[in-house]
């Protein structure tokens, strides 16, 4: 049998799900617990960094924004749990077709570029142990929000990954991190509390609201059309009632020249019954 034609050994279509590679097994991780959120604050907060970019960024490609969600860079690895994380290109319902209930850095093929951390008391090791931790893990953008002044006098310090370690950016209120997205604080009300945020804004320092602020900003944009097209439909009966008024004078006016007309005919007609020329009727008598 020529080995060109023969098919013996080559596997059939149904069969080619055994020669990819296998799925690792990932049931000896641990994925949930049962451990609280720190404090009410952080939880807001988190949720004011997810929701956000989900309500009203379009960056034109996939990402996943997340909050208390494993990281594991590989199978014998202890997880660590950033507050929130940013990954873009990739979603997490490809984490569901992978039957992944963490973020696996092999399923993503590479860490989130951006981890930030809310400081809530002085033993969290932001500044060092996860510090540390994050470098090796060669997340791009690391942010330590510290609203209660746990560790310093700095409410919000940024690094960035440089040759496998972290550089610390200038002191500032906004730090540009990845797709134009800036992370700023923002002093206002979230769910009723009134309190500086930490918040999402794009490349122009514009904050990126949440469903309820783009709700609220249309809601008032819709009211201002609607009283500009009530203002514009007032302006428009005005114009009518005014073009109707003008006609109407207009009327009025052919009406007394057809009458006045009338009256120089009549008085033509009897000066000539008496013998009188009347001349030429130009004008008024």
């Known amino acids: 049998m ?3 034609n023969s098919t013996e050994d080559e596997p059939s279509e149904s069969s080619w799900e055994s020669y990819r590679p296998p799925v690792p097994d990932t049931s000896h991780l641990i994925t949930e617990t049962e451990e609280p959120v720190d404090n009410l604050f952080s939880e807001k907060q988190m949720r004011l960094l997810t929701e956000s970019l ?13 909050a208390n969600v494993g990281l594991y860079e590989a199978l014998n690895a202890k997880a660590v749990v950033p507050d ?14 992978f039957g992944s209930k963490c973020y696996f850095f092999w399923d993503h093929g590479k860490p989130p570029e951006v981890v ?20 090796k893990l060669h997340v791009n953008h690391y942010v330590v929000f510290d609203p209660f002044g746990c560790l310093s006098s700095e409410v919000l310090q940024a690094y960035v990954l440089c040759a496998g370690s972290y550089e610390k950016r200038p002191r500032a209120e906004a730090f540009s991190t990845v797709a134009g997205l800036q992370l700023r604080l923002w002093t206002g009300v979230y769910e009723g509390q009134t309190d500086r945020w930490l918040r999402w ?3 122009e320092g514009e904050i990126i609201p949440t469903g ?13 059309e609607a009283e500009r ?12 009632a005014r073009a109707t008024a003008e006609a109407e004078r207009a009327d009025a006016e052919m ?8 009256r120089a005919e009549a008085l033509a007609a009897r000066l000539r019954e008496l013998g009188v020329d009347p001349g030429p009727m130009t004008g008024g008598v």
């Open 84 to 97: 929130v994380f940013l990954s873009m290109d990739t979603t997490s319902e490809q984490a569901k077709e």
């Open 229 to 240: 097209a009530k203002a514009e439909a007032a302006r428009a009966k005005a114009e009518a």
């Open 54 to 66: 989900y309500a009203s960024w379009e960056p034109g490609r996939p990402f996943w924004v997340a």
């Open 116 to 135: 930030i951390e809310i400081v809530s008391n002085a033993d969290g090791g932001e500044l060092d142990r996860k510090l540390a931790r994050y470098a």
């Open 255 to 262: 009406a007394r020249a057809d009458s006045a007309a009338r």
């Open 201 to 203: 804004a794009d490349d």
């Open 212 to 224: 309820a602020e783009r709700a609220k900003v249309e809601a008032a944009r819709a009211k201002a």
């Open 2 to 4: 020529d080995p060109k």
